[in-house]
Structures are given as structure tokens and as C-alpha cells.
């Protein structure tokens, strides 16, 4: 903080005289009052950093000075000091979020220095731990906000969140008609739109900074008074500028609730970037499904119709899960760059963003094991020895779930010609899948058979199966029956049997549970 602004409040003309002294000589910017009422009135049109003030004054005592400028600016770090220090003292002024004490009379003008220097540390401090314990939030907010492609409910989802996160009573989103140049309410929470909303817009709109403004203290008096009018206590708009969207978010408390802070702002202002990031996911996807409802009407085959469907699904899920990691990166980046930050926040900030650039690699990695399954040499290997393997491998993970594997196979080898390390992948997929879908434990049977120029296997659990209605997407990209899988397991397994002739398919007519066939020819990859 460079040249902070200190506000000294003593009856002692002598005392004030001596801070202001002291610490205009140590660079400060300083401020004396002899009068607590004048005080008061100064607090609410002139900002400051820090308040210096007297406990014992006459009339108006230091506490209530220190009541009107936490509700008058409520950044402001607060030192007191006293002449006849108690512990009564010290509990009361901890109470009231004081943050330090300084006893008179100053022996040498550093210990006046150092206090206010502590003051402002303990202030900044506190205002990092609140910002922190804000900010986490967001991050589950963001993958809330990603997931929902709709843009009608998207937008309650916007409101509602801006609401819960900043603790207001009142949120809109307004957008730009380009052609009139006017604004309209696309979706608000906790009050009617208004003509007086629409110029305090227009004020933001002016310039493309945001605006913060709270009813009492220090600001623009006729934006104050537009605040009254609308019977409001504090405000928040800011703009969100698109080459082809603009829009403005909007964020009030009614008078009588707490005014705004300034680390009210820069969260806003992610959640503003979070909220648009959301929506241009949106209208990617509404993009994608018009372009494939085009596709379908005018497509005679059905099966090219449905291929660039999925085409259509597949650009926008990985817009979807590609946004999500990377908007929290930028996030995390934002924070940890600011120069006040210290140290070991930022190392926090820096781990967060490690943590979703590796889930970004994973995603990454997965999708082209999708387009790709990567080129191998054949050999010989023996599927009932490759599966014996797999199942040995997987013992301890299945006994801790409780899942027990039936093994059925042949005496004889059950020999074909692939990639080794593919056709574990796939093995591998589907014992977890069965797993999965046995939480309380069960039973899985896999039986593998020489057939006519090939061999068969099949992988049967006793879970609660697949709902029939999602049966016909399980292997297409990001498609997942289970919360938190990736949805690309099935589809990595199918495209790598495809990639060996072979076919891997859903047996829905066995039960119970799920029942998958896997058929490879002898030869291998064709």
C-alpha cells in the first residue's frame, strides 16, 4: 500500500499535533481532528486507510467513532489508543474488530510508527483470510454454472449465485440491445426492474470499469442519492464486454444490511467472469445442437445423420470440460498476482491451479486415447492369461469393495494377435465399471470362449444395470451413468476393439445388472 491515508481522532490538540508529526515524517498521508462529531462527518466523503483514535474523549467516546467508521468504510483498519489501559479495554476492543492498541504516552515515536504499521498488517491480514475463505466457494460454483448449457435457466442459476456469494438481497443481469441501444432485464432476484435501475446503469455504461458504491460514506453524492431513491444501501454493477455481447451484472443490499467491502468487488468481478465464461459455453452448445438439428433435417441416411450429431455433442462437451479447469486456472493466476499477496496464499493459489491443470492433461490425454489409441506392435498373447492377469492385479482393490470375480475359462490358450497393453486398458475399464456399479458389493462373472474365427467374452455383474433410457449413449464421448466419472472410458474401450476388428457391445436382455461382449478376431487388427 503506498502512502496509506491515517485518520488521527484526539481531544488533545498536543496529541494529535505529535501523531501528525510523526507520522507525516514516515511517509504517511495524516489527517487530525480534535472533535469526534466532526470526526464522524469527515469519515462520510473522505476516504482512509487507517483510524488513529482516542478511547476517553468527551460527548462522543472512541468505541462509538470506531462504530460509524466501520459502517461508514469498512476497509479501514482501526488502532486506538489510551492512556489508561484494562484488560476491559483490550476485550471490548477486541469485540469490535479493533486491530491493535497503542498506550499513551509514547515513549519514542517509533512505537507509534510500529503500531500503525502492525494495524495496517493485522487489517490487510484479516481482509486475505475473509477474501479466502469467500473465494473457495467459487470454485464449485464454477463447475455448477459450466454444467447447465441452457441459457434461460443459466441465467436464475447466475442471480441465485450472486445473491448467495455476496450476501445480497438483491441481483439482476440486464443485456445490451444493440439496435436501441437500451438495456433489458434478462432474469432478477428480489426486485422489480425499474426505470431508476436503468439510469444507474447507464452510469456504468458510460465506462467500462465497475461500479462500487455505498449509501453512506465516501462517493459520488448524486449516485448516493440515486442510491436512496431506490431505497438501497450499497450497490455493485459491473459491465461484461463481448465483441458481440455486452451485459451489465448487478448486485444491491437494502439499506440497514452491511455496505459492500472492496474484496466484495473482486469477487463479484470473478463471479462476473465465471458467469460469462458459463455463457458463452451455453451458446456454444446451442450452437452445436442447431447446427446438428440442420444436419438431421437435411440428411436422408440416418446413420450420417446421427454421426454428425454426435459430431455436434462431442465439440461441445469438450468446450464444456476444457472451459471448466482452465476458467479456474485463470482464476487462481488473478488471485496469486496480486503484489499485497502473501507468500504462502500464493503458493495456495499456485497448488489450485497445478490441480486443475493436471485434471485438464488427464481430459487431454483421454481424448486422444479417443481419436487415437495409440499405434502398437501385435504379438501373440493369450486373452484367458491376459485376464487372469488383470484380475490377480485388481484382487485387493475388488476384495475392499466387496466384488467377487467368477472366472470361467478354457483350458486351452485363447490365443489372438493385438496390443498387449491396449486390451488390459479395456479389461481393466470394465472390471471398475462392474465395480462401480456395486457399491454395496456383488458377484462379477466373466466367461471367455474360442467362437468361429475369434473369441468371446463376457463380463456380467450383478449391480442395478443400465437404465434403458441412457443405453443407447454409453459409448459416446463425456457420457457417464456415475457422478464424477469422466465418460470416456467406454469410449476409449470401444475405439480400441473397434481398432482390432472387434466388436464391444451392450447385452441389455441379461440380467440382472450389466451384462458387455467383447468379441476379437484371431488375426487381430485388420
Known sequence: ?????????????????????????????????????????????????????????PEVDGFEVIQHAQRLQPDAAVLIMTGHGTVETAIRALRQGVDGLLLKPFSQGNELIEAVKLALADSQTKRDAARTRALRPLFSVTEALLSETRREPLLELIVNAICGHMQCSQAACYQLEFESGKYSLLASRGFPASQLHLDLISRVDESPAPLFINASGPGDSTLKTHLSALGLGAVILTPILRPNLSMMLYAARAVGEPPFH??????????????????????????????????????????????????????????????????????????????????????????????????????????????????????????????????????????ETNVTVEADFPAQPLAIMAVNSQIQQVFINLILNAADAMPQGGKLHITARSIRQGVEIIFQDNGNGIPKEKQTNIFEPFFSTKDGGTGLGLTVSYNIITAHGGVLEYLPDRGPGACFRIFLPAGGIQ
Open 1 to 57: 500500500m503506498e502512502n496509506p491515508f491515517v485518520f488521527v481522532v484526539d481531544d488533545e490538540p498536543g496529541i494529535a499535533l505529535l501523531c501528525n508529526r510523526l507520522l507525516t515524517r514516515a511517509g504517511y498521508k495524516v489527517a487530525t481532528e480534535t472533535d469526534p462529531r466532526k470526526a464522524i462527518e469527515y469519515l462520510k466523503e473522505n476516504k482512509i486507510n487507517l483510524l488513529l483514535v482516542d478511547i476517553r474523549m
Open 262 to 399: 472492496e474484496s466484495d468487488l473482486e469477487m463479484f468481478q470473478i463471479l462476473a467472469r465465471q458467469s460469462i465464461a458459463a455463457l458463452e459455453n451455453a451458446r456454444l452448445y446451442a450452437e452445436q445442437l442447431d447446427y446438428v438439428r440442420k444436419v438431421e433435417e437435411s440428411q436422408k441416411a440416418l446413420l450420417q445423420a446421427e454421426k454428425m450429431a454426435a459430431a455436434g455433442r462431442l465439440s461441445a462437451s469438450i468446450a464444456h470440460e476444457v472451459n471448466n479447469p482452465l476458467q479456474a486456472v485463470q482464476n487462481c493466476l488473478h488471485l496469486a498476482g496480486r503484489e499485497d499477496l502473501p507468500e504462502e496464499k500464493r503458493k495456495e493459489y499456485f497448488d489450485l491451479a497445478r490441480t486443475e491443470l493436471e485434471r485438464l492433461m488427464l481430459t487431454v490425454r483421454r481424448m486422444l486415447d479417443f481419436y487415437r489409441p495409440g499405434a502398437s506392435s501385435l504379438e501373440t498373447i493369450n486373452l484367458a492369461e491376459a485376464l487372469q492377469y488383470i484380475v490377480t492385479l485388481m484382487s485387493k482393490q475388488l476384495t
